[in-house]
């Protein structure tokens, strides 16, 4: 098998989340002879413990003076690790000042790493910038239709799938992005997107945590809740701490009106598991602003 042959298989087994497949994949093949191809798996292998968060083996696998998508792995495992404890870092601006180091403005493999902190910062504006440069750059641009969805702007999401098709045709790539925003458009697009994620789902290295939420979110999405509910209890098996699943959940349990207990339940595990996702932050909010407006129409009692 080729080399562009292997790293075809180790790209498709990140997007569909496979990570711990792409960490065997790496960890075991010798098909890999250039520097630029050991490079690009070493980066997916790293990524993959990132995604497992696993920071400290990132962190103390990956020397300082690394190549420099590597150092900017271990940036991102610096930065989650940092935000998970609550403590200070000065990843962000260590990241920046990498990203200005010679060609590393252009080199995917840094900026989809760097754009990701950014991501991770709050920082959607920066990290489009970071990805300023992403023609023919399928994760660059995975990455982008991520962060206009974020913003709500589906227009500029659906152009980037569109510019896409005129170069990736039926890449596994382009095919996630066109499924995120089929979620988003909704109507008939639900379908679709149903489709797309049912097709990856026929693999069984595609039957993933990943996988199983774009199946249920899906299937939420179009009424059919207890094949979402099927689908997400199988994703629990797989990983009972993934925050993706808790939130799908939440919503699951809701939407087929499961006890209040059991919807706590599940809140008080993303809590445990993620703390800061964006999911309790909305409903933090949104639970303060109902006690707000409540204590407006509180019965005073004047004995």
């Known amino acids: 098998m080729d080399e562009e042959s292997i790293l075809f298989g180790i790209r498709n087994l990140f997007t569909l989340g496979n990570y711990q497949a792409v960490i065997n994949e ?7 002879y250039s520097p630029e191809s050991k490079l690009e798996a070493q980066v997916y292998l790293y990524r993959s413990y990132v ?7 990132v962190i103390s696998d990956i020397a300082s003076d690394a ?33 200005e180091e010679g060609a590393n403005r252009v080199n995917a493999l840094v900026q989809v ?12 504006e ?3 910038k970071v990805l300023h440069s992403r023609n023919k750059k399928l994760e660059c ?16 999401a659906r152009n980037e799938v569109n510019q896409c098709k005129t170069w990736a045709e039926d890449a596994l790539q382009l095919q996630m992005m066109e499924a995120w925003v089929d979620l988003r458009v909704g109507g008939e697009k639900y379908q679709e997107g149903f489709y797309i994620f049912e097709e990856f789902g026929q693999s069984t290295t595609a039957q993933t945590v990943k996988v199983l939420n ?8 179009l009424g059919r809740y207890p094949e979402a509910e099927s689908v997400l209890l199988e994703a629990i098996d797989k990983n009972n701490d993934d925050a993706d699943t808790l939130v799908n959940m939440i919503v699951c349990a809701t939407l087929t009106s499961k006890t209040p207990d059991v919807v706590r339940r599940y809140v008080s595990q993303l809590r445990e598991v993620a703390p800061l996702h964006p ?25």
């Open 126 to 128: 920066e990290a489009l």
């Open 279 to 303: 999911f309790l932050q909305d409903l933090d909010l949104k639970s303060s602003l109902f006690d707000r407006s409540a204590a407006r129409f509180a019965i005073v009692d004047s004995a």
């Open 214 to 221: 774009g199946q249920a979110a899906t299937n939420l999405a």
């Open 141 to 156: 641009a995975q990455l982008a239709v991520q962060i206009y969805l974020q913003m709500d702007r589906v227009d500029l």
């Open 26 to 32: 790496v960890s075991t093949h010798k098909g890999l």
């Open 51 to 57: 995604a497992q968060t696993k920071y400290n083996l």
């Open 113 to 124: 790493a760097v754009a990701t902190l950014y991501v991770n910062d709050g920082q959607l």
């Open 67 to 99: 190549d420099a998508p590597l150092r900017a792995i271990r940036l991102l495992a610096i930065y989650l690790q940092a935000k998970q404890k609550n403590t200070p870092t000065d990843a962000v601006k260590d990241a920046q000042t990498l990203l």
